[in-house]
């Protein structure tokens, strides 16, 4: 088993960063590729960004390329999610997920352990 939970949402102004973790708990989770998910209101899961059990590989959704950076410390059992200049249209509430595949995919049900999500709010 793999449980995680995500911090470092908040109300933040556009233009704004943010630091998002994903701590893990589970002696399996170096071997997990993970993958960052937010859900809108009023719209549709999505994928964000992956990375690979390793580091080594990262996938980055185009509306979020360029802004946002994940990266993690197998060391800290933590995923993390850099975001830089922060839209209104990035306001959701963001999920880490894991999959005992060692690289991440952008397909939802491939992932079988996800956290309870972190509010991210950007004011304009």
């Known amino acids: 088993q793999v449980q995680l939970v995500e911090s470092g949402g908040g109300l933040v102004q556009a233009g704004g960063s943010l630091r998002l973790s994903c701590a893990a708990s589970?002696?399996?989770?170096?071997?997990?590729?993970v993958a960052w998910f937010r859900r809108a209101p009023g719209k549709e899961r999505e994928f964000v960004a992956g990375?690979?059990?390793?580091?080594?590989?990262?996938d980055y959704a185009d509306s979020v390329k360029g802004r946002f950076v994940v990266s993690r410390d197998n060391g800290k059992s933590t995923v993390y999610l850099q975001i830089t200049v922060l839209k209104p249209e990035d306001t959701a509430v963001y999920y880490c997920?894991?999959?005992?595949?060692?690289?991440?995919?952008?397909?939802?049900?491939?992932?079988?352990?996800w956290g309870q999500g972190t509010q991210v709010t950007v004011s304009s």
């Open positions: 997920a894991a999959t005992t595949r060692y690289a991440s995919t952008r397909a939802s049900n491939a992932y079988g352990y």
């Open positions: 589970g002696r399996t989770f170096s071997s997990c590729a």
């Open positions: 990375i690979s059990a390793g580091g080594g590989f990262t």
